[in-house]
Antibody, heavy 122, light 111 residues
């Protein structure tokens, strides 16, 4: 059984840096082909994919956020860390991490964390 | 504005059948990428409902079914129940954008 859980601050000030940790079990990010994704959802709005952390130590970010996002992982702790700089009120959202399933032609999320609501306000 | 277009809302009475459409383009569905569906109950995380166009994960009732044809996809829910009231999202991959995309979501109201 795969479980994931997000942790971090629920309130950050504008221009500050957000650091969120996704702690998971039931999967290993050292296994080839495994990936963990970050998705966010502003209040009352749709889901938006942010980034992937891959087992090969690479990561992929949404192009529009590429300059602000960094993804790191600690395989020994079963954690993936999202860092987003220069936070703005428009970044207020629930942030989810999720396990990605992949094969040619499809890529989806079968297990999700509970999410963490991050509010950006002074 | 989402790359995948869904109606903002649909509704149906208990026991009825409803469908939720998801319209894509030649760079996602038309390029051969599959559609996946999620159900999001109020205040909770999304839950995988359908993957690979038509497949249900273990535990998802067979009242839920999915289909895809050309650049469109749809989710059908039969024998509607009060507990089905939720937000539903379609998701795929877009080769032009080179990343995972979601629809704008559809709010299902059970009358």
């Amino acid at each position: 059984q795969i479980t994931l859980k997000e942790s971090g601050p629920t309130l950050v000030k504008p221009t500050q840096t957000l650091t969120l940790t996704c702690t998971f079990s039931g999967l290993s990010l050292s296994t080839s082909g495994v990936a963990v994704g970050w998705i966010r959802q502003p209040p009352g709005k749709a889901l938006e994919w942010l980034a992937f952390s891959y087992s090969d130590d690479t990561y992929l970010c949404r192009p529009s956020l590429k300059t602000r996002l960094t993804i790191t992982k600690d395989t020994s702790k079963n954690q993936v860390v999202l860092t987003m700089t220069n936070m703005d009120p428009v970044d207020t959202a629930t942030y989810y991490c999720a396990h990605r399933r992949y094969r040619s032609g499809w890529e989806y999320f079968d297990y999700w964390g509970q999410g963490i609501l991050v509010t950006v306000s002074s | 504005q989402s790359v995948l277009t869904q109606p903002p809302s649909v509704s149906g009475a208990p026991g009825q059948r409803v469908t939720i459409s998801c319209t894509g383009s030649s760079s996602n569905f038309g390029a051969g990428y599959d559609v996946h569906w999620y159900q999001q109950l109020p205040g909770t995380a999304p839950k995988l409902l359908i993957y690979g166009n038509t497949n249900r994960p273990s535990g998802v009732p067979d009242r839920f079914s999915g289909s895809k044809s050309g650049t469109s996809a749809s989710l059908a829910i039969t024998a509607l129940q009060a507990e089905d009231e939720a937000e539903y999202y379609c998701q795929s991959y877009d080769k032009s954008l080179s990343y995972v995309i979601f629809g704008g979501g559809t709010k299902l109201t059970v009358l």
